[in-house]
């Protein structure tokens, strides 16, 4: 058997198989929940990214005209989209409301509930 440092090192399979069954279940563990992401940049769908990852739904809000900045930050782009955006809004719900107008303070109210 392998030894390192005089204690026996698990096998890289035994190992994975234990990495995917707690991911399993921690992708899951946000399940049934909605989240509306009415953040923007980095930090915020940074955030309800990772509730993403644990199992949440997340409907995020954007602005009608340009969406969230990071859209635009580009270069890295992929296709046409910014690789920024992307990456921090994968698996992510996105919808265009214009909350300046009641209306759309109000679909965003029906999304909460």
Do not use: H
């Amino acid at each position: 058997s392998a030894r390192m440092g005089g204690a026996r090192r698990a096998s890289p399979i035994i190992i994975n198989s234990a990495i995917c069954a707690v991911w399993k279940m921690a992708s899951s563990i946000l399940e049934g929940i909605r989240v509306v992401d009415l953040t923007q940049n980095v930090a915020g769908p940074f955030c309800t990214q990772i509730l993403a990852d644990l199992g949440a739904e997340i409907v995020k809000v954007e602005r009608p005209r340009g969406g969230d900045d990071t859209r635009a930050w580009m270069p890295p782009e992929i296709g046409a989209e910014a690789a920024t955006f992307l990456a921090l809004n994968r698996g992510k719900q996105s919808v265009a409301i214009d909350m300046s107008a009641p209306q759309g303070r109000d679909i965003v109210a029906r999304l909460a509930k």
